[in-house]
């Protein structure tokens, strides 16, 4: 990605890498909803772990980055920090069988591949985040939500509306349903 450091194989041979850089959130597209607020701060070193083997490339430090996402319940905005350590290997990609498949130790969990001449720093960060991006975020363990009928946030006010509420859409499956 323009604007990161390229981690390259070839420069490894003759020395590690120490990086200390802020990612752009412009170069971080996570997925939706979630958004990089501020730049993310890695620093870490980069190291070819066998120069005449496989050229696997070792990338290991701490990011910190804040994240920001709206409750799954009640769409409040909220900010999630991370400050993290990882610990990765990339191999490069000719070491994948064309078309094949192969089972994994647990050891290998923290594991890539990268194709060309090396990996984008950008890139790393980008999985890594992704990789720790909770599946469900609540503004508070006991978030109540929105009412679906008034939109009203139940954590603010108690609304009218009938608790049992049932879409019509599916009268016809609850239908057959009561006719077993």
Not at 2 to 9: D, F
Not at 93 to 115: C, K, L, N, P
Request: charged content about 30%.
């Amino acid at each position: 990605m323009p604007g990161s450091i390229y981690i390259e194989a070839a420069a490894l041979e003759r020395m590690p890498l120490q990086f200390k850089e802020a990612i752009r959130p412009a170069q971080l597209d996570l997925s939706d909803p979630w958004r990089v607020s501020d730049a993310v701060a890695a620093q870490g070193r980069a190291e070819l772990l066998d120069k005449e083997g496989l050229r696997s490339i070792r990338v290991r430090g701490r990011l910190h980055a804040c994240l920001s996402h709206a409750c799954d319940r009640c769409l409040k905005d909220l900010r999630r920090e991370f400050e993290e350590g990882f610990d990765l290997c990339f191999y490069p990609m000719e070491m994948i069988e064309e078309g094949g498949e192969a089972a994994i130790s647990m050891e290998q969990t923290e594991v890539g591949f990268y194709d060309g001449d090396g990996i984008g720093l950008a890139d790393v960060v980008r999985e890594q985040l992704l990789l720790w991006l909770p599946t469900r975020s609540l503004c508070q363990p006991g978030c109540k939500g929105l009412c679906p009928e008034c939109g009203a946030d139940r954590n603010e006010r108690a609304c009218e509306c009938r608790a049992g509420f049932a879409d019509p859409r599916w009268d016809a499956l609850r239908e057959l349903s009561r006719a077993r």
